[in-house]
Every structure is written in structure tokens, then in C-alpha cells.
């Protein structure tokens, strides 16, 4: 399995997955034209993609998925049946061709040819968030942001994954002192909010194990965080709760429309 994050943060979000018989988008939170651009930068010819699994509804997730879907009939949405009937009742991304629509619900694991999907549910204020763990050929990678905690159950389901795309939203003290609205920082400190640095580092501390090479560091803020200070964070925390990691573990920093190169893990 390969993967390579195309873009992450607030300004929308979606990264790519390959197996033998796969070409996956996970999101889609770009213009249709900006991630045909960001795959050709990793040697991926969009026409090439036949399935996009989506996290929630938010516009940096799911904004380009109406476009992809209509341009690009090959392709097999995922998502579960909250997510889907709120974009549907909305019309916020236009018309969604319904016979590429397919739903997987929190709990659910979907067999696709060499590809295993075990979906779960997180808590951000969306109408029915939820992520997902990827597995083909013995590997598998976990892809978790946008979420206020992470419960002990989201930590069971993505426990002991060779990769892993973590969100390090903010830091707690830039966010504070920055230049958000009090709601709006109330919004992202909260259990429907996003992940600090610290709460994505203890969390990522409880589920790795020697067994993990590649961690993402994803959705950073532009405004209340920066990526030398997630990277320290994560590798910090690490470190101070005797997680059980091995020495060539890598920390993948992501940025807002620049790709990382593609990976194989």
C-alpha cells in the first residue's frame, strides 16, 4: 500500500491511497482541477481513481467530491447514510449522482477486491462524522482529524497500524491568544472541535508500536500552530510516555496544497 497527502489543513483536504487493484481518494476537499493537479505531481493520473471514502460533510473535506463524482463516473463514493442525506437535503456540493453513492457505517468493515475499510466514529460537529482504517496486503493505515477527543474505543480500532495520519490541529496557547472569534475558539477547544498538539501526541502515544514507520502530521492550523512546533510536540510526547515506537519512525510533516512524496508502507 502507498500513500501520499496531498493537501491538509483548513483550506481543504484530501490524500491518496494505492494497492495493487486501487486508486483511493480519502476526501475531497479541493476543486477538481487543483487535485488532478496535486495527483499528477505524484505520477497519478486522476482518471486512474475508482474509489473516495469521506469523513464528514465540512467543505475542506467533501467541497470537490459533487465535481469529481460528475466528471468522473468510475469513481465509487463512500461515506455513511447521515453524511450523505445531509449533503444530499443541502445541495451544498450540487447534484450527487446517486448510483455512485455507497455507505459504510461506523462499526463497518467493506471487503473491495484487495482493500479492507473499517469505518469509526468521531465527535466534530458535522452531521455524522466518522474515519476510517485502510488495510491491503498485511499493512494498514489509520486516518484521524477533525475530532474533539479520542475516545478509548477510536483508539482500540486504530491500534497497531504501520502509518498513520494524525491531525495536530493547534497549539493550545497560540489558539487562546490568537486572533479568532471567543466562540470560534471555543468551538475548536471543544469535544466537537479539533485535536491540540498535546491531545494528538498522548493519543498517538497510547495506539503505535514498533510495528509503525510513517506518521502524518495532518490539519495543522495556519493561524494557531506551527509545524516545527507540532513536530516537536509529537516527537516529544513520544518520548516522555514510553510509547513503544521504533528508532527509524518517521514524522511526516503535510502542508495546506503541497504534496507529500508517495510512500510506501
Known sequence: MQVAVLASGSTGNVSLLQTKQHKILMD??????????????????IDEIDLAFLSHDHTDHSGGLGVLLRRYPRISAFANAGTWQYLLDTDKIGRLPVQQLNTIEPGQTKTLGDLDVTAFATSHDAAQPQYYVFSSGGQRMAFLTDTGYVSAQVEDTIQDCDAYLMEFNYDTQMLRHGPYSWSLKQRILSDVGHLSNKEAGTALADVITKRTKHVFLAHRSQHNNTQQLAHQVAKDLLIQQDADFASDLRLIDTEPEQPTGLITI
Do not use: E, M, N, R
Request: hydrophobic share 40%.
Open 28 to 45: 475531497a476537499g479541493l476543486s477538481g482541477k487543483k487535485t488532478k493537479q496535486l495527483l499528477q505531481a505524484v505520477g497519478v493520473d
